[in-house]
Structures are given as structure tokens and as C-alpha cells.
């Protein structure tokens, strides 16, 4: 039997497995006993989004033989390594007094806890968890999680279909008690003090005094899409923004995915009547107040610059009404008013306060990151105007 050949392993540091460990992965990921591993090979899988928790994620394709086989049977399999932000690069821009709050509110060991749990199997309908090969901890600040590589449905496209679908699911998801009862324990006032840290933490410290101040408004690309009336009411949200928090906090907590952009909602299946999901990306999820879900899956193409935020005046409403309806598959009544309320103040909070200042306007000036900001600031628009229909 000749050595599997391994091309770029090391590149997945303290996630890499010895070629019998690996073996044992390509065998979970082909549904077989047993397999001969012949080759592998590791890719580095870039993430626009900003998370300080994900220490690397990887796609290692490969070869193997399947019992007497004559022929190799392919893999492919992605591999997450979550840490602790104590090991994020960027570390040092924190203050020292703030470093051990950050790693208490801050719950990087979560999706590995989802993943071990029951979680996949009380997923409602219309969404599942990837298969998970292997959850490895590789010291007391890191975990690697060695998972299925979901293929989307070629051509998938977000259109209005898809979102309703994936706000009913999220829906369903909250109001689901097998979710309640099989996944990881929902830690309510832990997820409180995780959420009133975000206002204490990079909000006090960032997000606030940049909207409070001048600096960020002159910025060509900001400056040439923000008119006064959208400063002043972000202005004014930042005034608000702790009071909001209480508001958002003291209504009744259901499980929230706590990321639920498009980008972790992976479209697989859609058979003109429903849509299937794998949802990935689990690191955030807990208790939040009904409607929170809704946030992030209208955000998270805006913030990626492929939608403009004008869309979202036409697109929350019917994200709501199938939210509702999902809340009512898995039998919660949750007033339309009140689930719409909880929405707009966490996305008031989570969305609002960080739509405009992006990382990348620290970019040179250009048409593309122009278009972006625009759209941004079209999102900040509609969370304001959203907010104030609810007051």
C-alpha cells in the first residue's frame, strides 16, 4: 500500500490530522466503512465578512478507494478552525481592561457546541445542518470542525421566493421546541450580557463616536451619499441605542441562528413551491427576541454590495409575514406588531449602528466602493424609517 499523497496539509496548522485520522474523514464524507486514502490536498477559502472567532477554513479535496475497488472515489470536505478572540490578529486594538470581558461575552466555542448537540435533527422543515465528520480540540483556545462541503444549487438566485422561504424557516426555527429542548441550552441571560457587550464594546468604543462625530461623513464615498436628515437620525439612534437594547432584551427570548444572512443560508434545492437550505455558520446562535433572525437575512447582501438597500422597503414585509407564518407552523402566536417591533429594534442596534461604517472605506475612492456605501446608507435609511413605524 503506497502513502497517500498530501499536498498543502500544514496549511491547516492546528487543524491538520495524521493520514489515519484523515482517512477516517474521507470514509465519513464517502459513507463507507472503510477507505485506502490515496491523495489529498488543502485550499484556503477566503471570508469578506470580519470574524475575529474563525482562526482559518479550508477545502481539502482528495482521493480514496473504497474497499476492493479498482477505481478512486473523490472527497471534498471543508474544515473550520473557530478561537478564542484572545488570538484574533487585531487583538491589540483593544484595550487590556477589555480582553477578558471579550472573551466571556463573546461565544466562540458555540458552533462547535451546536454541531455536537442534536441540534440537525430537530431542524424544522426546509433547513439542515451540514454533516459533521470530526469536532476536535486542538488546545484550550482553538477548535477544529472537519464538516460536509454543501454544493448550492446551480443558478440559485435570492429572489423574493427565496427570501420568504428562508424568513419562514427562521420562523419556524424560533418558535420550534424540539429546537428549544435538542439543541445546545439556550443561556438567557448569558446571550443578554453578549448582546449588551456589542453596545459596550465596539459600539462605545467605534460604531458610536464615528457616527457622533465628523470624520466619517467626510469621506468621499459617504459623503456623497448620506444627506443631513440620515445623520442626524443615527445621531439620534446612538442617543437611544441603550435603551433600545433593554427594549429588545426584556421581550420573551426564542432560538435565533444569530448570523442568518443569505451567505449561511445555502440554497440547495428549489422546486418552484419550497426551497431547501443547508444553514451553516452557527457560532452566534441563542435566545433573542422574536423577529432578530429577520436583521441579518435582509442585511447581509447589502453589506456584501450585491443588493442596494432600496430593496428592503419592498422585501421586509413579506420576510415578516412568512416569519409570522413560521412562528405559526411550529405553533407560537406571536402578535404581528410585537415580532415586528423586536426587529426593528435589534436591527436598529446591529445593523443601524454599523451600516455605514464599513472596513472598506478604508479603501481608495472608487465607483465600486461608492455604489457600495450608497446602497449602505440606503440600508440606514430604511432601518430608521423601519424603527420610527414602530414607535
Known amino acids: 500500500m503506497k502513502a497517500a499523497v498530501l499536498n498543502n496539509m500544514d496549511a ?7 493520514p489515519g485520522a484523515l482517512a477516517g474523514i474521507a470514509a465519513a464524507a464517502l ?11 488543502a485550499s484556503e477559502i477566503t471570508f469578506p465578512m470580519f470574524n475575529m472567532t474563525t482562526g482559518g477554513l479550508w477545502r481539502v479535496d482528495g482521493t480514496a478507494r473504497i474497499g476492493s475497488a479498482e477505481d478512486s472515489a473523490p472527497f471534498s470536505v471543508v474544515v473550520k478552525l473557530v478561537q478564542s478572540p484572545l488570538l484574533w490578529g487585531g487583538i491589540e486594538q483593544v484595550p487590556p481592561q477589555m480582553r477578558r470581558d471579550m472573551v466571556r461575552h463573546y461565544p466562540w466555542r458555540t458552533e462547535a457546541e451546536v454541531y455536537a448537540s442534536d441540534l440537525a435533527d430537530a431542524m424544522p422543515a426546509g433547513g439542515r445542518l451540514p454533516k459533521v465528520y470530526s469536532i476536535q480540540d486542538t488546545d484550550e483556545q482553538r477548535t477544529a470542525m472537519w464538516m460536509e462541503d454543501v454544493t448550492e444549487s446551480p443558478g440559485a438566485v435570492w429572489d423574493d421566493d427565496r427570501f420568504r422561504d428562508a424568513a419562514t424557516l427562521l420562523g419556524r426555527l424560533a418558535g ?12 438567557v441571560e448569558k446571550d ?3 448582546m449588551r457587550f456589542f453596545l459596550k464594546g465596539v459600539g462605545a468604543m467605534l ?3 464615528g457616527i457622533q462625530g465628523d470624520d466619517l461623513w467626510r469621506i468621499p464615498a459617504v459623503a456623497e451619499a448620506a444627506d443631513p436628515h440620515l445623520i442626524a437620525g443615527l445621531r439620534s ?5 441603550a435603551g433600545l437594547m433593554e427594549e429588545m432584551i426584556a421581550l420573551p427570548a426564542l432560538p435565533a441562528h444569530g448570523d442568518a444572512s443569505p451567505q449561511n443560508l445555502l440554497i440547495e434545492r428549489t422546486d418552484g413551491a419550497s426551497t431547501e437550505f443547508a444553514v451553516i455558520d452557527w457560532g452566534l446562535y441563542g435566545g433573542a427576541c422574536a423577529g432578530f433572525d429577520l436583521g441579518q437575512l435582509l442585511a447581509g447582501l447589502v453589506n456584501q454590495g450585491t443588493m442596494s438597500g432600496e430593496e428592503l422597503y419592498r422585501l421586509e414585509p413579506l420576510c415578516l409575514k412568512a416569519y409570522c407564518e413560521g412562528l405559526a407552523d411550529a405553533g407560537v402566536e406571536t402578535p404581528e406588531a410585537e415580532v415586528r417591533r423586536g426587529h426593528a429594534a435589534s436591527m436598529a442596534l446591529f445593523t443601524g449602528l454599523t451600516a455605514v461604517a464599513t472596513q472598506r472605506l478604508a479603501e481608495p475612492d472608487s465607483g465600486e466602493l461608492r455604489t457600495l456605501v450608497a446602497g449602505r446608507v440606503h440600508m440606514a ?7 420610527a413605524s414602530t414607535d
Open 12 to 18: 491547516l496548522g492546528p487543524a491538520a490530522l495524521d
Open 31 to 41: 459513507d463507507a466503512p472503510s477507505v485506502e486514502l490515496l491523495s489529498a490536498s
Open 176 to 187: 420550534s421546541t424540539a429546537v428549544k429542548d435538542r439543541g445546545p441550552a439556550l443561556r
Open 192 to 194: 443578554a450580557d453578549r
Open 207 to 209: 460604531l458610536i463616536p
Open 237 to 241: 439612534l446612538t442617543l437611544r441605542a
Open 381 to 387: 435609511r430604511f432601518v430608521l424609517d423601519l424603527l
